[in-house]
């Protein structure tokens, strides 16, 4: 869920964020959150950010359960590349 922030900054920061934005192809938005993310990435080592495409698949395929994942996805790999 995406949540607005309001910031004061220097005025020259600003432009030279705005300027290294354009140049990779991103918005400030972006970049303020990619930081945020790089100097918290330490202390959320805990919590996973799971997308809402992950989260609206989660439960949509039901298994038997006494099946082995691991076993099955080794078969898989042996048939599909012997």
Do not use: C, Q, W
Not at 54 to 69: A, C, H, N, R, T
Request: net charge positive; no cysteine; hydrophobic share 35%.
């Amino acid at each position: 869920m995406n949540a607005k922030l309001t910031l004061k900054l220097n005025k020259r920061a600003i432009e030279r964020a705005k300027k290294y934005a354009v140049k990779n192809k991103k918005s400030l938005s972006a970049l303020v959150e990619n930081y945020f993310n790089l100097i918290t990435e330490e202390e959320n080592t805990d919590e996973l950010e799971i997308s809402p495409n992950v989260l609206e698949l989660s439960g949509i395929i039901k298994l038997p359960k006494d099946i082995d994942i691991k076993e099955t996805y080794r078969k898989h790999l042996e048939e599909k590349y012997l």
